[in-house]
């Protein structure tokens, strides 16, 4: 019964073995995750740069305008901005801790560590295997 229910059939083709490390889901679909944690690290840097740089724009334009409202305005968009990239800046690490929280199940602890490793640094050696392996495929 416990093996019937350790084992998920995917599309009716790719027999995945859930909480086996070499053969689970997340070893399976490494190349996936892999890709989104590019993404991730991706928007993690360029998303808060744009923010500021474009808050200090706006701020620049205010100055050069010499306009006190305009002044005002612009200062406190660019404090807005910059709450937003620093929000944007930890939502990955968000993630990680909700991540680690769910690959506590001793069940899936080891095929999950992949799916975590993957999204969380997706140059890591752990990742990059499992991932090479996925896109042979």
Same mark, same amino acid.
């Not at 801790?97 to 929280?101: D, E, S, T, Y």
């Given at each position: 019964?416990?093996?019937l229910l350790n084992k998920i &059939?995917?599309?009716?083709?790719?027999?995945?073995?859930?909480?086996?490390a070499s053969e689970g889901f997340c070893s399976s679909s490494a190349? $996936?995750?892999?890709?989104?944690?590019?993404?991730?690290?991706?928007?993690?840097?360029?998303?808060?740069i744009l923010l500021i740089i474009f808050g200090m724009i706006d701020l620049g334009k205010a100055v050069i305008a010499s306009k006190d409202d305009e002044i005002k305005k612009? &200062?406190?968009s660019l404090l807005f901005r910059a709450i937003s990239a620093i929000i944007i800046f930890f939502i990955p690490t968000l993630v990680g801790? $909700?991540?680690?929280?769910v690959g506590n199940?001793?069940?899936v602890r080891d095929d999950f560590n992949v799916c975590k490793v993957c999204i969380a640094d997706p140059t890591d050696d752990e990742c990059s295997g499992p991932a090479?392996?996925?896109?042979?495929?």
């Open positions: 019964m416990f093996d &059939t995917l599309l009716g083709e790719i027999d995945v073995n859930i909480g086996e190349n $996936i995750w892999q890709t989104v944690g590019y993404i991730l690290m991706v928007f993690k840097i360029v998303i808060p612009a &200062t406190k801790v $909700i991540m680690g929280i199940f001793s069940s090479d392996d996925a896109w042979s495929r």
